[in-house]
């Protein structure tokens, strides 16, 4: 299936919070397992100029999952919802995570 079909298929935006209930990330998939296997990897690269990956690795305690019908549903959803949310490792469509960005130096987590 070329790229264009699979943006008609069914997609997810989740969110990972830490024991507290703060949010750590939001996210958009269309396979949440592999993805929550990839942002929790050990191997995945842990470049100190990205904010937030080693976080996620010893914070994040559990998630949630919403369903969307395609991929344009779920990038619209999953933009809103950095933006009103504010997740401390987002930076993409996320201001004052921009701003923390810039003053750290650090490269933008981008979905």
Avoid: C
Wanted: hydrophobic fraction near 45%; charged fraction near 20%; avoid cysteine.
């Amino acid at each position: 299936m070329n790229a264009w079909g699979v943006r008609a298929l069914p997609h997810f935006v989740y969110r990972l919070f830490d024991e507290q209930g703060a949010l750590l990330y939001v996210g958009m998939t269309r396979d949440f397992d592999t993805r929550l296997i990839a942002h929790l990897s050990t191997t995945m690269p842990l470049d100190s100029r990205v904010s937030g990956w080693r976080d996620i690795h010893a914070r994040y305690h559990h998630h949630t999952i919403d369903a969307y019908p395609n991929w344009v549903a779920a990038k619209a959803a999953e933009r809103a919802t950095i933006a009103a949310e504010e997740p401390e490792v987002n930076w993409q469509f996320n201001p004052k995570g921009r701003a923390l960005a810039k003053a750290t130096g650090r490269t933008a987590v981008t979905a």
